[in-house]
């Protein structure tokens, strides 16, 4: 039999980035996110690991870019305004491709907010936060179970893609309790990052496969000396101001997960055939959200329930293949409104696409949900 | 000229450099590579890391594992690269602005923590590359874009920051005295602790056009005329020394390092 926990969304999120082979934790105290560092600080000097409470969120972020180009699998963790700040070297990790893995456990804003509170108004921050065009994965988890689960995923995913990975839970999600199952070390998927396959006179820093889009990645003081920059640059790592060098680069970086898509995108559907109302719900909503199909159900109206694990890149044709046919689409969401801007982009007026905010720290009950089903239906 | 073993330093491939002719980074990346050289430091187990300006461009030029970073900010890199590969010769090269103004709390964090990196900041009282505005070195009265009726803000001594946060070695040259900046660099990079070299230089174009030092020689003359060395300057008076600039070693003394510190961190962890 399999161990089991009881733990804390949080806590479970940090015990998945140590069975992903997380090394190197930086960052800064920020509620309702300290618990991950608060466990990093405990486990990690346990297995040689490293762990470091920098002097701000800006430095966190550093602190773990830093140590992943010396070859670590690094996290950092925050929340809120954390995320604003770190948004700046986020940026840098993207063009320099360096893996690294972000947490945001959200919480209402703006500004200070509403630090002990739940809200789901970081969504787009974590696709355009960072200056600049960029890519983004991004996963939601919605039970503890998947905060573990997720942050494996989450590590695999940036050693794969060679960029940042964002978590983006809620405070919901990261202080609820409930049972995790573990994994068997031996037998979970851990993906490292390609090194170089060819000796220090030969290697070119950015020169990509051509099928992955992604460049083999050497570590500082393995052997290879090579620049890395915030800069454009060309395959070599030297700052171009070259039109077709810096095209190059740019639809590279923008079309390395793209060309993947299917292995990144994830979700989870039920009772979406021939459903006439469908609720897109995501992280902690998502839990309340499938209730509220589950009861709809049981009183004879067609409801389906889907449920965007990543939401970056968002699963759009899927939801759309799947809700073909459906009357209208409910976005219940903790934020005035964000997500539901994705889902009305993909239906294209094929269904009528309704959001339904909350915006007073509070989760939504199924009954409110089931309300406006009640109504549509 | 610079040695062939200085050359084997360089990315000649960056160049030609972004640098104005007669600047004094030049001299500084020369008294660097020099020191690296004397130490018989291994490129790829060299980290030099920046953050953003003509300061951090030196970088680029070194040839070792190099690391051009965000505007203020490469000491929390710098940090993240040596906690985890304590076994890296990590230097910093920073300007004024990165060092003392955006910088500022990763700077005074570092020296507290006393992590054994080699921070260089070359001070030339000016943001150079985005036109010459004032830093928070800028003397009071200076002219700068941004201070076109004179700097009212005191400067920063970067010096005594230093030592007031912990660093263990603090030390102050200037581009006229190429030969004690390798010196100096040299005894950072050997001090296992965070050292911190302060290299006074010039920024003719930016700054000593309009503060009546307009060639690099007339700020190579100034240097050499306010210079004093931190012995003779115990002997002077605050009167005497208004106007001076103090160089020598201000802080060499051994404190607990970091990751050494860290170490017994990780020991005691799994004793338990």
Known sequence: MPDVAFWQGNTALAHGALLAGCNFYGGYPITPSTEIAEVMAEELPKRGGKFIQMEDEIGGIASIIGASIAGAKALTATSGPGFSLKQENLGLAYIAEVPIVVVDVMRGGPSTGLPTKTAQQDVMQARWGTHGDHATICYAPSSVQECYDLAVKAFNMAERFRQPVLILSDEVVGHMREKVTMRDPGRVEIVNRVRPSLPPEKFTPYEANPRTGVPEMASFGDGYSWHVTGLTTNDWGFPTNNAPEIEKKMLRLLSKVDRARSDVVEYEAESMDGADIVVVAYGSVGRSALRAVRDARKRGIPAGFFRPVTLWPFPGEELTKMALGAKTVLVPELNCGQMVLEVERVFRGRSEVRGISLLNGELFKPSEIGRVIEEVA | ?????????????????????????????????????????????????????????????????????????????????????????????????????????????????????????????????????????????????????????????????????????????????????????????KKKGFAVIEVVTHCHTQFGRKNDRRLPLDNYNYFKAVSVPLTKAKTMTPEELAGKLVCGEFVNKDVPEYTEQYDKVIEKAQRR
């Open chain 2, 1 to 189: 000229m610079p040695s062939a073993e200085v050359f084997s330093w360089l990315r000649t491939r960056f160049m030609p450099h972004i640098w104005c002719p007669g600047c004094g980074h030049g001299i500084i990346m020369h008294a660097l590579i020099r020191a690296l050289v004397g130490l018989k430091k291994d490129k790829t187990q060299t980290v030099v890391a920046s953050g953003i300006g003509c300061s951090s461009r030196m970088a680029g030029y070194i040839d070792a594992c190099t690391l051009h970073s965000t505007h203020g900010r490469s000491l929390a890199f710098a940090t993240g690269i040596k906690l985890h590969k304590p076994s890296l010769t990590v230097v910093d090269v920073m300007g004024d602005g990165d060092c003392s103004a955006i910088g500022g709390n990763h700077f005074i964090h570092a020296c507290r923590r006393n992590i054994d990196i080699t921070a260089i900041i070359m001070n030339n009282n000016i943001y150079g590359m985005t036109g010459g505005q004032a830093s928070p070195t800028t003397p009071a009265g200076a002219w700068a874009s941004t201070t076109p009726y004179g700097a009212i803000d005191p400067p920063f001594d970067i010096c005594r920051l230093a030592e007031g946060a912990g660093a263990s070695y603090v030390a102050r040259t200037t581009i006229a005295n190429p030969k004690q900046a390798e010196t100096f660099i040299m005894n950072g990079i």
